[in-house]
C-alpha cells in the first residue's frame, strides 16, 4: 500500500464532510449501514471525494439492521444534506455487508431504496476497503462498531472473508464500567484523542481479542501485511497490539474512519 497517497486521499475525504469539491460527470455513491455511524460519500467518476455526511445510530447491531424505520429516517436526512450541497438529485449507490451477515442484505437494500436509491452493486466490507488500499498481498481488517471482519488478499483477489461479533461497541461497554459512566458518555471519551493514552490499558484486553480473531484465520498462511481500517481503528496504539499479537507488519493510514464508505462508493458501477 501506498501509505502516502492513501493519507492524501483520506485526508481529501475528511475535508469533503464540510467542503463540497466541484465536479464533472456522474456520481458514485456509497452507502455504509454501520454500527455506530451511518456514512453515505460521494465521488466524483474518476473516484474523487466530492461530498460527505455521516450520523451516529443505534439502528443495527452487529451489522444487522434492528430499527428499520429509524435507519430508514437517517439515511433520507443524510441523503436530503448531500442533495442540497450538490444541488442534484442522488439515484443510485452501492452498499456493502459485513461477512456473515448476508441474510440481512434484504433488509440493507430496503433500507436504501426506501430512501430514494436504487441499488446497483452490493460488496463485503474489507473488500470494499481495499478498493482504496490497492493491495496485492496481505490481509485488510476492518473494525467497526460491531465486527471484525477481514478479507485475505493474495495476487489482489479476495480469497477468504471472516466476521466476528467484535468491536467498538465492547471497547465503549468497557470503559462504561471502568469509570461508571454512561454508554454515550464512554463513547465521548473513546473519540477523544486526549483520552487514547488514559484509557488504552483499559482497553486492551479488548484490542487483543481482535487481534487474536484475525490471528486465527491468517496463523497458518504466508501474510505479508496487516491493513486496519474502520471507526475503531482510530484509537491510539491498536495496530501496536495487532503487530505484537500477531507478529505481522500492521499498517493503519491516518484516517481510517471513512475508509470503507469510500470504498463502497468507489464501487457503484453497473
Not at 488478499?153 to 480469497?159: A, F, L, Q, R, T
Not at 461497541?169 to 464512554?186: D, M, P, W
Amino acid at each position: 500500500m501506498n501509505i502516502e497517497k492513501v493519507n492524501a486521499y483520506m485526508k481529501r475525504v475528511t475535508e469533503a464532510e464540510e467542503k463540497t469539491f466541484p465536479y464533472k460527470g456522474r456520481l458514485k455513491v456509497g452507502l455504509d449501514l454501520g454500527t455506530a455511524y451511518i456514512v453515505i460519500a460521494v465521488l466524483d467518476e474518476n473516484n474523487q471525494p466530492v461530498a460527505c455526511e455521516k450520523q451516529s445510530a443505534k439502528v443495527l447491531r452487529d451489522g444487522v439492521v434492528v430499527d428499520y424505520l429509524g435507519a430508514l429516517e437517517i439515511v433520507k436526512r443524510l441523503k436530503a444534506k448531500l442533495e442540497q450541497r450538490l444541488k442534484c438529485e442522488l439515484t443510485q449507490c452501492a452498499i456493502a455487508m459485513p461477512a456473515g451477515t448476508q441474510s440481512s442484505l434484504k433488509t440493507h437494500t430496503y433500507v436504501a431504496e426506501g430512501a430514494g436509491f436504487e441499488v446497483i452493486r452490493v460488496c463485503d466490507e474489507p473488500s470494499a476497503a481495499n478498493s482504496v488500499y490497492e493491495i496485492k498481498d496481505g490481509v485488510i481488517v476492518d473494525i467497526g462498531g460491531g465486527t471484525t471482519g477481514l478479507a485475505i488478499i493474495k495476487n489482489g483477489k479476495v480469497e477468504e472473508i471472516q466476521d466476528e461479533a467484535t468491536g467498538g461497541t465492547h471497547v465503549t461497554l468497557v470503559l462504561s464500567g471502568r469509570y461508571h459512566i454512561s454508554f454515550e458518555e464512554a463513547e465521548v471519551m473513546k473519540q477523544d484523542y486526549s483520552n487514547h493514552n488514559e484509557i488504552f490499558p483499559v482497553v486492551k484486553p479488548v484490542f487483543e481479542k481482535m487481534a487474536s480473531i484475525v490471528n486465527k484465520y491468517i496463523h497458518d498462511q504466508k501474510i505479508k501485511g496487516i491493513y486496519l481500517c474502520g471507526g475503531t481503528c482510530c484509537l491510539t496504539g491498536i495496530e501496536e497490539i495487532f503487530e505484537k499479537k500477531t507478529g505481522i507488519k500492521t499498517i493503519k493510514p491516518e484516517n481510517p474512519f471513512l475508509v470503507t464508505p469510500v470504498g463502497i462508493a468507489m464501487n457503484c458501477v453497473e
